[in-house]
């Protein structure tokens, strides 16, 4: 893998790591994340379930109470310590793991993730929803949301680079580079149709997306 890139990865993770104490600011301070949040419960969300790139648990918690059982898997220690406070259920398991070397040890009926995808590299996509794939129960489903081309309005994108990113800064103005792809929709339905999936992805709340895809179908085997 790129070296530049898998520097840029590796100072996300730090800034998700120092970022984790203002992390849930932005769902008392907007309310269309709010409501967007809200929204899960008309998710198709069923049976065990496993969420990457969980975070501080708001998704976690919100997953939990449709779940027969929930896995949530994040990088970051200090994220996860908030969402273990936050979901204190003995149907909920926490694993600290590199979402990019991580591999799931067991298959799930549902998929979750939320404001993860945009912060795959496009060089990663392809392994990344393989390692999905390979997670998903016959008959299983992908749930995700995320930011949509107009929230980069609220960014300061980072220009003429390879892996597309944007500058964040924490409240003291330390910066740190994160990586950030906005598409659309459209763009992202041909994306997983390019891989196989079959999806349905859509605009919602103006700034987000929100899709449920499935898998390609296995193939029988050659006799």
């Given at each position: 893998?790129?070296?530049?890139?898998?520097?840029?990865l590796?100072?996300?993770?730090?800034?998700?790591?120092?970022?984790?104490?203002?992390?849930?600011?932005?769902?008392?301070?907007?309310?269309?994340l709010?409501?967007?949040?809200?929204a899960a419960?008309g998710?198709p969300?069923?049976?065990?379930?496993?969420?990457?790139?969980?975070?501080t648990?708001?998704?976690?918690?919100?997953?939990?109470?449709?779940?027969?059982?929930?896995?949530?898997?994040d990088?970051?220690d200090?994220?996860?310590?908030?969402?273990?406070?936050?979901?204190?259920?003995p149907?909920?398991?926490?694993?600290?793991?590199?979402?990019?070397?991580w591999?799931?040890?067991?298959?799930?009926?549902?998929?979750?993730?939320?404001f993860w995808?945009?912060?795959?590299?496009?060089s990663?996509?392809?392994?990344?929803?393989?390692?999905?794939?390979?997670?998903?129960a016959p008959?299983?489903?992908?749930i995700f949301v995320?930011?949509?081309?107009?929230?980069?309005?609220?960014?300061?994108?980072?220009?003429?680079?390879?892996?597309?990113?944007?500058?964040?800064r924490?409240?003291?103005?330390?910066?740190?580079?994160?990586?950030?792809?906005?598409?659309?929709?459209?763009?992202?339905?041909?994306?997983?149709?390019?891989?196989?999936?079959?999806?349905?992805?859509?605009?919602?709340?103006?700034?987000?997306?929100?899709?449920?895809?499935?898998p390609?179908?296995?193939?029988?085997?050659?006799?």
């Amino acid at each position: 893998m790129d070296s530049d890139e898998d520097a840029l990865l590796a100072e996300q993770i730090a800034y998700y790591r120092a970022h984790a104490g203002a992390y849930d600011r932005p769902y008392s301070e907007r309310e269309d994340l709010r409501e967007l949040l809200a929204a899960a419960d008309g998710l198709p969300i069923v049976g065990d379930v496993l969420e990457l790139a969980c975070g501080t648990g708001q998704w976690t918690k919100a997953l939990a109470a449709r779940a027969r059982s929930v896995t949530a898997v994040d990088a970051s220690d200090e994220p996860l310590a908030i969402a273990r406070a936050r979901v204190a259920s003995p149907h909920v398991r926490f694993v600290q793991a590199d979402l990019f070397a991580w591999r799931p040890p067991r298959r799930y009926d549902t998929v979750f993730f939320a404001f993860w995808l945009s912060h795959v590299p496009p060089s990663r996509l392809r392994d990344f929803w393989g390692t999905v794939a390979s997670a998903l129960a016959p008959n299983g489903r992908v749930i995700f949301v995320d930011d949509g081309p107009a929230e980069a309005a609220r960014e300061e994108v980072l220009d003429q680079r390879s892996t597309p990113a944007v500058l964040r800064r924490l409240d003291d103005g330390s910066p740190y580079r994160v990586v950030k792809v906005f598409r659309d929709a459209g763009t992202l339905t041909d994306e997983l149709a390019a891989l196989g999936w079959s999806a349905d992805v859509r605009h919602v709340g103006g700034d987000f997306i929100v899709g449920t895809a499935e898998p390609p179908a296995m193939r029988p085997a050659p006799r």
